[in-house]
């Protein structure tokens, strides 16, 4: 069983930047491939960026060139750096693992979840 909790959003203006961590429990952290997903009012619910155990990376079309993930296995932790942040950025925020070293681009593909955290972009 894995815990999964993220925290750093927030309101920040049109063009700033913020940070998200995602905390996780188990010893097994490394193993995991991870997950950024993002949910706005009446949207489904879309992955922002991915990062396999061996830290290979996927981005959504929508935040490549501006967002960054990476992980530090050795804290437990996943990190989710958004630059140039835009109006349609705002949405919860959610992080995800799945038990497998691949990244799955579906929600679907993933075992566990944070509760979210707020991000919302003022314009």
């Known amino acids: 069983q894995v815990q999964l909790v993220e925290s750093g959003g927030g309101l920040v203006q049109a063009g700033g930047s913020l940070r998200l961590s995602c905390g996780a429990s188990?010893?097994?952290?490394?193993?995991?491939?991870m997950g950024w997903f993002r949910q706005a009012p009446g949207k489904e619910r879309e992955m922002v960026a991915g990062?396999?155990?061996?830290?290979?990376?996927y981005y959504g079309d929508s935040v490549k060139g501006r967002f960054t993930i990476s992980r530090d296995n050795a804290k437990n932790t996943m990190y989710l750096q958004m630059n140039s942040l835009k109006p349609e950025d705002t949405a919860v925020y959610y992080c995800?693992?799945?038990?497998?070293?691949?990244?799955?681009?579906?929600?679907?593909?993933?075992?566990?979840w944070g509760q979210g955290t707020q991000v919302t972009v003022s314009s």
């Open positions: 995800a693992a799945r038990s497998v070293v691949n990244i799955a681009t579906s929600p679907s593909g993933y075992d566990y």
């Open positions: 188990g010893r097994t952290f490394g193993r995991y491939a």
């Open positions: 990062i396999s155990s061996g830290r290979s990376t």
